[in-house]
């Protein structure tokens, strides 16, 4: 592995930036690339490469909002990535979202962010708004790709984040409380969305649902995202970038 010095474009073409928290959520994705070259920043490795002669970078973020924001800023920083997708899998919220369900984000909350008096609760400052809309041309691209998938369940709407990962039914009742039309609940993507909203970079959040937010969450988690939420990320993912 090499310590990044400089990351040189090919041509006029895109780069699409790839992130998810998790090993498994991204190793899949990080296989579709082609001359892949990996590098070190900021203690994150980032690959690079291209997948269908589109450029690409990806990176292991890790858990939580803290380090998804540092990830997704110093790939922005260092290799100016033309738009940013972040996947992974999420706990259900919704009573109409069930396991292995693709929830394809419009917007996300920070769910534990709470400036008031001086904002009010979940209000981020510098966007002054709460619900951070993704980008809709990739939205739009992730739930097609999404859509190919045989037997897939795909839904669009609102998704939550938080530093807490979500295991109790008195903790998912709170949250339905106050959000209703809250689908899943995960712990970066509303961080990423809104380092990409102040950079005014266009982004996606993709999610299966690994769960449904209750006692049971953890019982398997490990080996849901491995066996079955890996390969359907790689997939969605894959097929964003042929279109």
């Known amino acids: ?13 895109p780069v699409i930036g790839i992130l998810g928290a998790m ?19 900021g203690g994150r490795e980032y690959l690079t490469g291209t997948v269908d002669d589109q450029q690409a970078v990806v990176a292991i973020s890790g858990f939580g909002k803290v380090a998804a924001a540092s990830t997704v800023t110093t790939m ?3 290799f100016e990535p033309d738009s940013i997708v972040f996947t992974g899998v999420a706990g259900g919220l919704h009573s109409k979202v069930a396991r292995g369900d693709v929830v394809v984000a419009e917007a996300l909350v920070q769910h534990d962010f709470d400036a008031s008096p001086i ?7 510098s966007l002054q708004i709460d619900r951070i809309p993704t980008d809709p041309i990739l939205t739009d691209r992730a739930a097609a790709s999404a859509a190919m998938l045989s037997g ?8 939550l984040s938080g530093d807490h990962f979500i295991d109790s039914a008195a903790d998912r009742a709170r ?5 209703d039309d809250a689908l899943a609940v995960e712990m970066e993507g509303a961080a990423v969305a809104q380092v990409c909203a102040e950079r005014k970079v266009p982004f996606a959040v993709i999610r299966v649902i690994s769960d449904t937010a209750d006692e049971a969450a953890a019982s398997d988690f490990l080996e849901f995202v491995a066996d079955q939420a890996a390969p359907i990320l790689a997939t969605i993912v894959a097929g964003m970038v042929s279109r």
């Open 23 to 41: 090993t498994a959520e991204i190793q899949q994705i990080g296989e579709l690339l082609d001359d892949p070259n990996t590098s070190e920043a």
């Open 1 to 13: 592995m090499r310590r990044l010095e400089r990351w040189v474009r090919v041509g006029g073409a």
């Open 76 to 78: 922005l920083d260092l």
């Open 175 to 179: 949250l339905r409380s106050l959000f």
């Open 152 to 159: 897939a369940t795909v839904h669009r709407g609102l998704v």
């Open 119 to 125: 904002v009010p609760r979940f209000v981020i400052p």
